[in-house]
């Protein structure tokens, strides 16, 4: 019986072990569910975007693209703003937004809606958040409310953002009655291998955007305007009529940036596109969107988790 007891307490403590190790550890097969489902790929991540935040109430730029991969794509608010490097897109942040760094501004970087998904490999993420930002100075009192998403890697022994997508969104009723600049045109990317996920999203016209979404609870789709973040798979295949007609011509524009991970089950898709909407009274003038679409790989095929379409307005 005294054995007995001994062996279970030792047990006990084993499984304990093996559950904690779990957790910090990359593996494959089923072992990767274990680090998916573990909170440490989403606490370093969460601790990695807020870093970034508390960099920008500083005034700290340097600090802030420290948490960029060396070949980060970064797209901004701005339809010009298609930044490709991290020196390079540090420079042109310190040219952009010097003034709003200076020492006399008093900047507030508040997250509001933070929302960060694991891929089964536990090397890759998707991440978004809205954000409230505000600028206070002797001459200066502006606010402003935008999002952001990206994809993180576990690479070079941390996590790193290798693509980001910054925009404001804009009313429905303001998108179709302005004319808007068509966004810059993105660098053509595919890295060897990924030509299948190029091939999803061709250059003629489609009824709707490419790529199905997939079921995962932690789906999100950022739309241009200030109500369009809907979020879990059933809701966003619900708004966006997946598998059903829908009143839209969605045709790409130039060239693509593919991006992959090493764990190969998580890939993003950054495009410029045109969007027709039909509505009551006809056609509407097309919009020019940029998109940021992120899949992952689900039973051999590839699904959307994330995508977010904006328009760019000139800071």
């Known amino acids: 019986m005294k054995e007995a007891q001994v062996f279970n307490k030792h047990a006990l403590r084993l499984l304990f072990l093996v559950g ?18 573990a909170p440490l790929a989403h606490t370093e991540i969460e601790r990695m975007v807020q870093a970034q935040y508390a960099a920008i109430e500083r005034g700290d730029l340097t600090a802030w693209a420290s948490a960029f991969s060396t070949d980060v794509l970064l ?6 703003e298609v930044m490709l490097g991290r020196e390079a897109m540090l420079t042109q942040m ?9 020492a006399e ?37 502006r606010q402003v409310r935008f999002r952001m998403s990206g994809v993180a890697a576990f690479q070079n022994g941390r996590w ?11 009313e429905d009723e303001r998108a179709f009655a302005t004319t808007w600049p068509i966004p810059n045109e993105l660098p053509a990317r595919t890295p060897s291998g990924a030509e299948e996920i190029a091939a999803l999203f061709p250059r003629t016209a489609q009824a709707h955007f490419p790529v199905p979404f997939s079921d995962r609870k932690d789906v999100l789709l950022i739309g241009t305007s200030a109500q369009e973040w809907i979020s879990t798979g059933t809701k966003v295949q619900q708004f966006t009529r997946q598998g059903m007609p829908r009143s839209i011509e969605v045709l790409r524009r130039g060239e693509l940036t593919v991006g992959t ?20 009274k006809g056609k509407h003038a097309p919009l020019p969107v940029r998109v ?23 800071d």
């Open 261 to 280: 991970t090493e764990g190969a089950d998580l890939a993003w898709v950054a495009w410029n596109a045109s969007l027709t909407v039909t509505g009551s």
């Open 94 to 102: 310190n040219q952009r937004a010097g003034s709003r760094m200076a």
């Open 75 to 80: 797209l901004g608010t701005d339809p010009t």
């Open 292 to 314: 940021l679409s992120v899949l992952l790989r689900e039973k051999e095929a590839w699904r959307k988790v994330q995508e977010h379409v904006s328009i760019g307005v000139a």
């Open 20 to 37: 904690g190790m779990a957790g910090q550890i990359a593996c494959t097969g089923a072992q990767a569910e274990l680090r998916t489902e």
């Open 160 to 170: 790193e953002i290798t693509v980001a997508h910054f925009s404001v969104p804009v």
């Open 105 to 141: 501004v008093r900047r507030q970087y508040r997250s509001t809606r933070l929302q960060i998904g694991i891929a089964p490999s536990g090397k890759a993420a998707f991440l978004a958040d809205e954000i409230d930002y505000s600028l206070t100075s002797a001459t200066t009192n």
